[in-house]
Nanobody
Framework: QVQLVESGGGLVQPGGSLRLSCEASGSILSITHMAWYRQAPGKQRELVASMVPAGVPMYGDSVKGRFTTSRGNEKNTVYLQMNSLKPEDTAVYYC??????????????WGQGTQVTVSS
């Protein structure tokens, strides 16, 4: 089975930076789509960033200009670089990947989530 493991979350002061990673393992032929979501307590899940291979990244308005998503040199790893962090960025962040596991097998997978807390 395909599994996604997230890392990089933690506590950071306002204005600081964090880099989240999402590594997929298992039977992977290709990644068809990648996205990052976040969810704060009592709030709806929010799309943070999304991108297709060789495509232009798209960002939510609340993070545009501050966050950058990319695919690592390791083809099964994606990143979310988070700069100029604000308290309102505090949330659990989830990666979401579309993965083709065989010629006729495709699925959408989620990471376990990683907590990002922005506080002084």
């Amino acid at each position: 089975q395909v599994q996604l493991v997230e890392s990089g979350g933690g506590l950071v002061q306002p204005g600081g930076s964090l880099r989240l990673s999402c590594e997929a393992s298992g039977s992977i032929l290709s990644i068809t789509h990648m996205a990052w979501y976040r969810q704060a307590p009592g709030k709806q899940r929010e799309l943070v960033a999304s991108m297709v291979p060789a495509g232009v990244p798209m960002y939510g308005d609340s993070v545009k200009g501050r966050f950058t998503t990319s695919r690592g040199n390791e083809k099964n790893t994606v990143y979310l670089q988070m700069n100029s962090l604000k308290p309102e960025d505090t949330a659990v962040y989830y990666c979401n990947l579309g993965i083709r596991t065989d010629w006729d097998d495709w699925g959408e997978y989620w990471g376990q989530g990683t907590q990002v807390t922005v506080s002084s």
